[in-house]
């Protein structure tokens, strides 16, 4: 479990930084410990040819790095998502049963929420004051209720907007596997044309092929965990908001009333 009070104030600048810092620690602790056949799959380093023309730029290393900055931006997803699930313990409104709201009683609610200092960064506070103002300029329940659908609705386009660069991330790695592979044949198949009659051609024209699917291999499994932890991360933080939205409804919208 994340620490919390340690993380929900780290700017997102550190975070991001730090995990091109760790990317690069990285590959750096795999080239000092890995065997000379996961060096080749893992960082397209092969030792035993004394084959460095490609690392420390290759494609691997690149996909290395868009990994642990998608990790990053995962991170921060989650974050979020675990200061949206604490703002339900804040008890910004009456929670007893029998309470019913009338227009009068709302003023003090609402500079108590003004003073919340995730009031512009959490939704739940912002669900909460923008009902209070509707339902204080408008004496109708039926607005403010319409604006707590229409508010829940903008939010949840505002979660999915903030997964775009991991999406994109979890399609550019594949590609870079694919590139690499394409590369890899590439130039197998130059080889094997400028070295015709050298022996044990196929032996060896095999061989680098075999090497340039090793990208491909690595960056569908980095694209596998990368989703799964996505749309672990994603659900979690769109739960936080329904249940916000419902501590809104029963709290707020249902406790509401009119004097005629």
Same mark, same amino acid.
């Given at each position: 479990?994340?620490? &919390?009070?340690?993380?929900?104030?780290?700017?997102?600048?550190?975070?991001?930084?730090?995990?091109?810092?760790?990317?690069?620690? $990285?590959?750096?602790?795999?080239?000092?410990?890995?065997?000379?056949?996961?060096?080749?799959?893992?960082? *397209?380093?092969?030792?035993? !040819?004394? *084959? +460095?023309?490609?690392?420390?730029?290759?494609?691997?290393?690149?996909?290395?790095?868009?990994?642990?900055?998608?990790?990053?931006?995962?991170?921060?997803?989650?974050?979020?998502?675990?200061?949206? $699930?604490?703002?339900?313990?804040? !008890?910004?409104?009456?929670?007893?049963?029998?309470?019913?709201?009338?227009?009068?009683?709302?003023?003090?609610?609402?500079?108590?929420?003004?003073?919340?200092?995730?009031? $512009?960064?959490?939704?739940?506070?912002?669900?909460?004051?923008?009902?209070?103002?509707?339902?204080?300029?408008?004496?109708?329940?039926?607005?403010?209720?319409?604006?707590?659908?229409?508010?829940?609705?903008?939010?949840? !386009?505002?979660?999915?907007?903030?997964?775009?660069?991991?999406?994109?991330?979890?399609?550019?790695?594949?590609?870079?596997?694919? =590139?690499?592979?394409?590369?890899?044949?590439?130039?197998? &198949?130059?080889?094997?044309?400028?070295?015709?009659?050298?022996?044990? +051609?196929?032996?060896?024209? $095999?061989?680098?092929?075999?090497?340039?699917?090793?990208?491909?291999? &690595?960056?569908?499994?980095?694209?596998? =965990?990368?989703?799964?932890?996505?749309?672990?991360?994603?659900?979690?933080?769109?739960?936080?908001?329904?249940?916000?939205?419902?501590?809104?409804?029963?709290?707020?919208?249902?406790?509401?009333?009119?004097?005629?």
């Amino acid at each position: 479990m994340l620490s &919390l009070a340690f993380l929900k104030d780290l700017d997102h600048r550190v975070i991001r930084w730090g995990s091109l810092g760790l990317a690069v620690a $990285t590959i750096y602790i795999l080239y000092l410990t890995l065997s000379d056949q996961l060096a080749v799959i893992l960082l *397209d380093l092969n030792r035993e !040819h004394r *084959d +460095l023309s490609r690392f420390p730029w290759s494609i691997q290393n690149a996909m290395w790095i868009s990994f642990y900055f998608a990790l990053g931006e995962l991170l921060i997803r989650r974050i979020a998502a675990d200061m949206e $699930t604490s703002q339900l313990h804040r !008890h910004y409104l009456p929670e007893e049963f029998k309470i019913v709201l009338q227009a009068s009683d709302l003023p003090p609610i609402y500079r108590e929420l003004r003073n919340s200092p995730d009031l $512009t960064r959490c939704f739940l506070p912002r669900l909460i004051d923008r009902c209070i103002l509707q339902f204080q300029a408008s004496q109708s329940i039926d607005q403010s209720a319409s604006l707590l659908n229409t508010s829940v609705e903008m939010f949840l !386009h505002e979660v999915d907007l903030n997964y775009n660069i991991i999406r994109y991330i979890c399609w550019l790695i594949p590609s870079l596997g694919f =590139i690499g592979t394409v590369v890899g044949i590439g130039e197998a &198949l130059a080889w094997a044309g400028e070295n015709a009659r050298a022996e044990n +051609l196929l032996g060896h024209t $095999t061989g680098q092929l075999a090497v340039s699917f090793h990208g491909t291999f &690595l960056a569908l499994m980095m694209a596998s =965990i990368l989703v799964f932890l996505q749309n672990r991360v994603q659900s979690k933080e769109e739960h936080a908001l329904n249940l916000g939205a419902q501590y809104c409804l029963d709290n707020l919208i249902n406790r509401l009333y009119v004097v005629k």
